[in-house]
T-cell receptor, first 113, second 115 residues
């Protein structure tokens, strides 16, 4: 599975949009982009995933560039409860590929009042 | 909501003890996983299972074993605990449809300290 690169930390004002970038320049055609977040002292929580089209759910939006080499997770109106570490992962969602999942250290997002 | 429940939030064990970490999920997921998380190293996969009685080694299986006798339960066993196994242990499950794995649901974690 392709490796991802994320900034180690970001800040965002409460109520504003938080845009978290992820670079995955070695992504291959059948690999999906997944985003998770981990609030302090809890297990990671699934947010969203996508292949090439932009995706939106109740938690966030995922924008994937046309060449699929990078993506952005958007939290449209960040709240203090969105303070967490955000992980971007790229993988083929097939049984047998879990072994190669590379989590990295993610982006620590601080939402400030 | 899918729930993944880990039996203990905090655990302190002595070096050499045999340690059992239990994980139960309530949504009939086929896949279950055990990770450990250490500062500066991120999440690392220890073992995973695609079905009852099936198990596969992850990236760091040494010193660990697993058991999956029932679909909802996946146990991680530290055969002889050592201080370098002090860590946060996270269990996860995921649903598989055909060959497509959906996103993971994680438990809250067990912080194990080996003294």
């Amino acid at each position: 599975d392709a490796k991802t690169t994320q900034p180690p930390s970001m800040d965002c004002a409460e109520g504003r949009a938080a845009n978290l970038p992820c670079n995955h320049s070695t992504i291959s055609g059948n690999e999906y982009v997944y985003w998770y977040r981990q609030i302090h002292s809890q297990g990671p929580q699934y947010i969203i995933h996508g292949l090439k089209n932009n995706e939106t759910n109740e938690m966030a939006s995922l924008i994937i560039t046309e060449d699929r080499k990078s993506s952005t997770l958007i939290l449209p109106h960040a709240t203090l409860r969105d303070t967490a570490v955000y992980y971007c992962i790229v993988r083929r969602p097939n049984a047998g590929n879990n072994r190669k999942l590379i989590w990295g250290l993610g982006t620590s997002l601080a939402v400030n009042p | 909501d899918v729930k993944v429940t880990q039996s203990s939030r905090y655990l302190v064990k002595r070096t050499g003890e045999k340690v059992f970490l239990e994980c139960v999920q309530d949504m009939d997921h086929e896949n279950m996983f055990w990770y450990r998380q250490d500062p500066g190293l991120g999440l690392r996969l220890i073992y995973f299972s695609y079905d009852v009685k099936m198990k596969e080694k992850g990236d760091i299986p040494e010193g660990y074993s697993v058991s999956r006798e029932k679909k909802e339960r996946f146990s991680l066993i530290l055969e002889s605990a050592s201080t370098n196994q002090t860590s946060m242990y996270l269990c996860a499950s995921s649903w598989r449809q055909g060959s497509f794995d959906y996103g993971y649901t994680f438990g809250s974690g067990t912080r194990l300290t080996v003294v």
